[in-house]
């Protein structure tokens, strides 16, 4: 199986979160592991990472961020709005934002 069946598979499971939160830090980390891939994220790259409550906190590689996000969005769990992505559905039952309505000048 692939990384992209592997988040696939982690977010049906509820591993990974149902959407984004509104803030992501971007850090650079001291070796914690991706938390779509398990994989310990060096000193030098980027990490993404946001907390949501009692689900805890999540860090994620680039290439990983992009194919969660990529999963969300086929899931139709992410709704892109004005250049930013908003969570809809089920996802705002643990904090994330929420936006259904098309941005200003969508056609």
């Known amino acids: 199986m692939g990384l992209a069946e592997d988040i696939r ?6 591993l990974l979160p149902p959407g984004i939160p509104p803030k992501i830090k971007v850090l ?4 914690q592991p991706c938390s779509a891939c398990n994989q310990p994220i060096l000193a030098a790259q980027g990490c993404y990472q946001f907390a949501l409550g009692d689900a805890g906190v999540f860090r994620f590689y ?3 961020l992009g194919l969660w996000t990529a999963d969300l969005c ?3 769990w ?3 709005t004005s250049g930013e992505a908003s969570v809809i559905g089920e996802a705002s039952a643990i904090g994330m934002t929420s ?5 200003e000048g969508a056609t």
């Open 62 to 64: 680039l290439d990983c």
């Open 9 to 14: 598979e982690r977010v049906g499971r509820g």
């Open 78 to 80: 992410l709704a892109p």
């Open 99 to 103: 936006a259904t309505s098309a941005p």
């Open 74 to 76: 086929k899931r139709g």
């Open 28 to 31: 650079f980390s001291g070796g």
